[in-house]
């Protein structure tokens, strides 16, 4: 078996960074409410680019305002396509469903 981990571990070393790799930006987490209708960068090819929010989790379910298709994105993929809020949701409303809503955008991984 291998020894156990000390302070001086690789873990350690993974946190500080490295000179070799570019500081990577450091953009606080979205928050979203059940019901806020958010606009994305891109278009859905009805036309519509306007999207509520009406699943939180690692996942995020958007309806588009127009057509009504339903759609699953991930979390990073919709921070990097947002655009504005057009609408903002319930505070009530998450913490009712799913808990804090402060709680519902902290890595659990």
Do not use: K, Q, Y
Request: glycine share 8%; charged share 30%.
């Amino acid at each position: 078996m291998s020894p156990r981990p000390t302070d001086d571990s690789s873990r350690a070393t993974a946190t500080r960074g490295s000179d070799s790799l570019s500081a990577v930006p450091v953009r606080p987490v979205l928050t979203l409410l059940l019901g806020d209708v958010v606009r994305l960068r891109r278009t859905h090819p009805c036309g519509g680019d306007s999207w509520l929010v009406d699943r939180l989790g690692a996942d995020i379910g958007l309806r588009c305002v127009t057509c009504s298709r339903h759609v699953l994105m991930e979390r990073a993929t919709l921070e990097r396509r947002f655009a504005e809020f057009v609408e903002r949701g319930d505070p009530a409303l998450t913490a009712a469903v799913g808990g804090d809503p402060a709680r519902m955008d902290v890595d659990r991984s």
